[in-house]
């Protein structure tokens, strides 16, 4: 009677060394693959919410040029924030031939017409518009993708030509041709890489200030420098 018992307990016994061996020789799985198992398995429970699915990205919004041409089309300032190409021409040829195509639609449109045009220009592609306004002699035009906003640009616009009549007091087309420089710090304290940087008069014309004083700081040393130079070597022995 006590053999059955015996055999009983020794195979008790047996299976609990066994479930312990077990135990054993799982926890010496490299944590790793127990994570690399854990995720798989969440990956193909749980599916991937819509959220974070990456979309296709949106259409760069950017202003792709700045042309001010007068009544006669000629150019003024140009500044071309993205390159236009044209088969056989050299660069400087393709943005002339923007130019002029430029100064041909704008100037045969009434001033009783919208101030902008679609699909335009040949190089920019279909996806671009001019968005322009006439002051006095000179055309001021902003080729921009068609997805900026019409009525921001024109805004836009007033606020640079704002910006040049506080510069110049009352501007006008000789102060662009004679002092172009400072009319790139004012475009440049406004729009940068074809993107709006700053609308506030305030603070354009506050950097405008700025890099006129670090200009005239620059030029008084450097005048400094040329006239102590010049002392040096005229008091020097061997110049008469």
Same mark, same amino acid.
């Given at each position: 009677a006590n053999v059955p018992a015996r055999r009983r307990v020794r195979r008790v016994r047996r299976r609990a060394s066994q479930r312990r061996a077990a135990h054993h020789d799982g926890s010496r799985e490299p944590i790793h693959n127990t994570a690399a198992s854990?995720?798989?398995a969440v990956t193909a429970q749980t599916?991937?919410? @819509?959220s974070t699915v990456p979309h296709a990205a949106a259409h760069p919004k950017m202003i792709k040029g700045i042309i001010i041409v007068n009544n006669s089309g000629q150019a003024r300032i140009c500044k071309f924030f993205q390159q236009v190409h044209r088969e056989g021409y050299s660069p400087e040829e393709a943005q002339q031939s923007v130019v002029q195509q430029v100064y041909k639609q704008v100037s045969e449109r009434p001033d009783s017409f919208c101030n902008y045009l679609e699909g335009s220009i040949m190089q920019w592609g279909d996806a671009? @518009?001019?968005i322009y306004r006439h002051y006095a002699t000179l055309y001021f035009v902003f080729a921009v993708d068609k997805l900026e906003s019409d009525l921001g640009i024109l805004d836009l616009i007033q606020v640079f030509v704002e910006a040049l009549d506080k510069c110049f007091e009352n501007?006008?087309?000789l102060d662009l041709i004679f002092h172009s420089d400072?009319?790139?710090y004012i475009l440049d304290e406004i729009v940068m890489a074809g993107m709006v940087l700053e609308t506030n008069i305030v603070t354009i014309l506050s950097g405008v200030n700025d890099q006129t004083k670090l200009h005239q700081k620059s030029t008084s040393?450097?005048?400094e420098a040329l006239g102590k130079a010049t002392s040096t070597k005229m008091g020097s022995p061997g110049v008469r």
């Amino acid at each position: 009677a006590n053999v059955p018992a015996r055999r009983r307990v020794r195979r008790v016994r047996r299976r609990a060394s066994q479930r312990r061996a077990a135990h054993h020789d799982g926890s010496r799985e490299p944590i790793h693959n127990t994570a690399a198992s854990a995720g798989a398995a969440v990956t193909a429970q749980t599916p991937i919410p @819509k959220s974070t699915v990456p979309h296709a990205a949106a259409h760069p919004k950017m202003i792709k040029g700045i042309i001010i041409v007068n009544n006669s089309g000629q150019a003024r300032i140009c500044k071309f924030f993205q390159q236009v190409h044209r088969e056989g021409y050299s660069p400087e040829e393709a943005q002339q031939s923007v130019v002029q195509q430029v100064y041909k639609q704008v100037s045969e449109r009434p001033d009783s017409f919208c101030n902008y045009l679609e699909g335009s220009i040949m190089q920019w592609g279909d996806a671009t @518009k001019l968005i322009y306004r006439h002051y006095a002699t000179l055309y001021f035009v902003f080729a921009v993708d068609k997805l900026e906003s019409d009525l921001g640009i024109l805004d836009l616009i007033q606020v640079f030509v704002e910006a040049l009549d506080k510069c110049f007091e009352n501007v006008c087309e000789l102060d662009l041709i004679f002092h172009s420089d400072k009319v790139h710090y004012i475009l440049d304290e406004i729009v940068m890489a074809g993107m709006v940087l700053e609308t506030n008069i305030v603070t354009i014309l506050s950097g405008v200030n700025d890099q006129t004083k670090l200009h005239q700081k620059s030029t008084s040393k450097l005048n400094e420098a040329l006239g102590k130079a010049t002392s040096t070597k005229m008091g020097s022995p061997g110049v008469r």
